[in-house]
């Protein structure tokens, strides 16, 4: 083992977005010796792609909010499947994380008398989101990124992909990496692990993600032994851009409705108040004179006194109703539907509220958003599901291994409110740190790696390069995410999901055999092929859990099972591995407390 690069580190937290940022920041205060591992360049995680705003109840600009409220529309955003402490210290604990931010720096838009300016967003009752402009996440990492660069105890290293965990004794005592720009492998050694990957979006082709959602850390826990729970559930956007292909994915940000923009079909006729599920009707204006009413009312900054427009309806809902629209044939001509800001706003309103939705359509679609409508349709854009975790520690069922962010699961049930992701990195990106320091520091003993099983692992993830002329791995990863977005979609089906199983298979096949030419330095078909293990991997654990949970329910639509099912409606599929064999189990989720339960009913 005297050829790989050897650290040790009190706690290693791999992922360095926002929830991996806070995270290594918090363990660093606590005294532990971090070592950060980013995929990318420090900076550059995907967060910097969330743009609408970090949702929390300030009550800046209504002040009607509370965490009540917030904890009442996440738990109703996910169906009551929430992990109901998660969803409660997220709303409690949101405030605070973000006047921290702004503390460190964030510079969010504000109030005409200088307070945090929150602004509305789909499946939050009153409006909830700190911003800059739309461009919150770019400015949240420039704030943790600048903090974890001034915090002594932190060792960052870019562009470096951790490949798989090691344990002994069943806890975690290190990690195998290797550096992107060289392929040298690097062994990190730690009592504490903080996932805090992201999400799987790679593993589909429409998608809104950065190239690093590969699924890395849901397969890395997953192959350490851990539960994942919730994997059924990924969240459609339901305005990604749709032209010109080059471009199809890309995130329109929620922002644009929360600024008063308006869904119409190829009819020019506002469909979403067909839309309105019962549970939300008595939230949402079924008329568009009071739909346009609330509208007038925000723009004006007064109080809104009427019902939300039904396009700030939860992300499912929209999605579905946009696919549905497509499916009827009233979809825009390109598979779509159109998204129109222009005869709600002035120009130069839309140019300050939101100047990157102007630039993306200006320069990749040579649309002017001032003048024109957008065509949008859903692209995957988020992971409810994750690695099974404490609610507040974040520790998962693996001793020594703690999970944030969209890595973890539970917090958002069946479908995610937009905005409740940044408060999500913060709040238990905090927590993860605190959570991974107080584990390394109250456990003595000195954990060991087995050299034997490195050497075996370096050996696998070099195997490619003994396969000359076999597979290639960009063609496995294609085939891989065309068959995702045609069996695994928006919509499923019994026959589908099976026929994915079939052909996972087949990939899985495919994949052993791939092949790569050169050496390991600045090699990125070996990357991918790396990759693969782990998009194949979260594909499975999607498909298994898509085809146990036989109703529909949030960002999951059975159509062999369109309705949600009370026997459905208490349980998480929980998918864990079993020797090589991968199975998946119902398990209760714990009742809400009374006190809680009056907050959602809203008795209180």
Not at 53 to 64: E, H, I, Q, S, Y
């Amino acid at each position: 083992m005297d050829r790989f690069e050897t650290y040790r580190y009190d706690v290693l937290v791999v992922g360095a977005g926002g929830a991996g940022l806070r995270a290594a920041i918090e363990a660093a205060a606590q005294g532990a010796s971090v070592g950060l591992i980013c995929k990318s360049l420090l900076g550059k995680a995907h967060t910097v792609m969330a743009e609408g705003g970090v949702a929390a109840a300030l009550a800046n600009t209504d002040g009607r909010d509370s965490w009540q409220v917030h904890f009442r529309d996440t738990m109703r955003g996910g169906k009551m499947l929430n992990d109901w402490r998660m969803a409660e210290l997220l709303a409690r604990e949101a405030p605070a994380r973000v006047v921290e931010l702004e503390g460190w720096g964030a510079l969010f838009d504000r109030t005409p008398d200088g307070r945090i300016l929150q602004r509305n967003f789909g499946g939050h009752q009153y409006p909830r989101l700190a911003h800059v402009g739309d461009r919150t996440g770019l400015e949240m990492i420039r704030t943790l990124q600048d903090k974890t660069v001034h915090s002594p105890g932190i060792d960052v290293y870019m562009e470096c992909t951790v490949a798989r965990l090691l344990k002994d004794d069943g806890r975690i005592s290190g990690a195998l990496a290797y550096r992107r720009e060289t392929g040298r492998f690097v062994v990190f050694r730690t009592k504490a692990v903080v996932l805090a990957t992201g999400g799987i979006g790679r593993a589909y082709k429409i998608n809104s993600n950065s190239w690093e959602y590969t699924g890395d850390g849901h397969a890395l826990a997953y192959d350490a032994g851990a539960d994942l729970i919730g994997m059924e559930f990924v969240q459609f956007h339901p305005t990604g851009m749709v032209w010109p292909l080059s471009v199809r994915g890309i995130l329109v940000t929620e922002g644009v409705r929360g600024e008063g923009g308006v869904l119409k079909n190829s009819q020019g006729e506002r469909f979403m108040f067909r839309y309105i599920p019962e549970m939300f009707r008595a939230d949402f204006a079924d008329t568009e004179d009071e739909a346009d009413r609330w509208v007038a009312e925000v723009i004006a900054g007064r109080t809104a006194t009427v019902r939300r427009p039904p396009e700030l309806l939860t992300r499912d809902v929209v999605a579905r109703a946009i696919a549905q629209e497509v499916r009827e044939g009233r979809g825009s001509p390109h598979g779509g539907a159109f998204l129109d800001i222009a005869s709600r706003r002035k120009p130069e309103e839309i140019r300050k509220k939101l100047p990157s939705m102007y630039q993306q359509f200006y320069e990749l679609a040579d649309v002017d958003i001032t003048r024109q409508p957008m065509e949008v349709g859903p692209t995957t854009h988020y992971m409810m599901g994750g690695v099974r975790v404490d609610a507040e520690t974040q520790a998962a069922t693996v001793p020594g291994l703690f999970a944030a962010g969209e890595v973890a699961g539970g917090l958002h049930g069946a479908n995610r409110l937009g905005g409740n992701s940044l408060s999500d990195l913060l709040v238990f990106g905090r927590r993860a740190g605190l959570g991974a320091a107080a584990y390394a520091k109250a456990y003595a003993g000195d954990l060991q790696v087995d050299a034997r099983e490195i050497e075996a692992i370096a050996a696998e993830l070099l195997a490619p390069f003994d396969h000359v002329g076999g597979e290639n791995p960009y063609a496995v990863h294609d085939g891989l995410q065309d068959m995702m977005g045609t069996y695994v979609g928006i919509a499923r089906s019994e026959s589908d999901l099976r026929t994915a199983l079939s052909e996972l298979e087949r990939l899985r096949a495919r994949a052993a055999r791939v092949g790569v030419e050169g050496h390991r330095q600045y090699n990125p078909g070996w990357h991918v092929a790396v990759d693969l293990r782990h998009l194949l991997t979260v594909s499975e654990a999607v498909t298994r859990a898509a085809l146990e949970r036989r109703e529909s329910r949030g960002a999951h639509m059975r159509v062999d099972y369109p309705d949600s099912e009370p026997a459905f409606a208490t349980v998480n599929v929980v998918v864990r591995r079993r020797g090589d064999a991968m199975t998946v189990d119902q398990e209760p989720i714990p009742p809400l407390p009374d006190a809680l339960r009056r907050i959602v009913e809203g008795k209180d």
